[in-house]
């Protein structure tokens, strides 16, 4: 919430297209996040990177890809290999602090395959 | 792997009723958040509590933290339209542990 942004709001793709979906925050937050939440159910871990040049696979992480060239960014490609892609994207950053590390989520973006 | 399983997924409530959800772990956490997700918008942080049996106030709204860290719960008092939503827990298995999210409990306010 808040120095978190994510592009677009709402996205389209095609069957066998790869969509990337950007996001971007101003937090100076060393860690980032992707999750995917389908209608009524609760948010699922795709990819996170803990610092710049690294990341992780999370619990969905078949289907899509990510790289973490720099601190700010963090975009995530759903490829054609992910079958059932539509669904709200949500990008998260965190940071260590006294209350332990709180996740600040972007706005999201729906994708939908047409 | 760690689960994170949250009760009741859904809750209808007469708008000045109380309610309760619950939110329980497979394992000991070393903290337990709560967020807020608004009906077509994005999680919101709410609270964090690390302390075995903590509890934490926010207005209507009382979040308590288990003496075995593996379980906590929300409680709204006297519920208004503003508070319908989905809440969710998440907790940490251990520092530097990435963050486990439960289902959520979607909140319906009656008028």
């Known amino acids: 919430d808040g120095g978190i942004t994510q592009s677009p709001k709402y996205l389209f793709r095609k069957e066998g297209q790869n969509v990337t979906l950007s996001c971007e925050q101003n937090?100076?937050?060393?860690?980032m996040y992707w999750y995917r939440q389908d209608p009524g159910q609760g948010l699922r871990l795709i990819y996170y990177?803990?610092?710049?040049?690294?990341?992780q696979k999370g619990d969905i992480a078949e289907g899509y890809s990510v790289s973490r060239e720099k601190k700010e960014s963090f975009p995530l490609t759903v490829t054609s290999a992910q079958k059932n892609p539509t669904a709200f994207y949500l990008c998260?950053?965190?940071?260590?602090?006294?209350?332990?590390?709180?996740?600040?989520f972007g706005p999201g973006t729906r994708l939908l395959v047409l | 792997g760690q689960q994170v399983m949250q009760i009741p997924q859904y809750q209808h409530v007469q708008e000045g009723e109380d309610f309760t959800t619950y939110c329980n772990s497979s394992?000991?956490?070393?903290?337990i958040q709560w967020y807020k997700q608004r009906p077509g918008g994005h999680p919101v942080f709410l609270i964090q509590?690390?302390?075995?049996?903590e509890v934490k106030k926010q207005k209507r709204l009382t979040f308590q933290f288990g003496e075995a860290k593996k379980n906590s719960s929300l409680h709204i008092t006297a519920t208004q339209t503003t508070d319908v939503g989905t809440y969710f827990c998440?907790?940490?298995?251990?520092?530097?542990?990435?963050?486990?999210f439960g289902g959520g409990t979607r909140v319906l306010v009656k008028p």
């Open positions: 937090l100076n937050h060393d860690a």
């Open positions: 998260a950053s965190s940071t260590r602090d006294n209350r332990g590390e709180t996740q600040y």
């Open positions: 394992t000991t956490l070393s903290n």
């Open positions: 998440a907790g940490h298995k251990a520092a530097g542990n990435k963050l486990t």
């Open positions: 990177s803990q610092i710049v040049n690294d990341f």
């Open positions: 509590l690390v302390k075995s049996g």
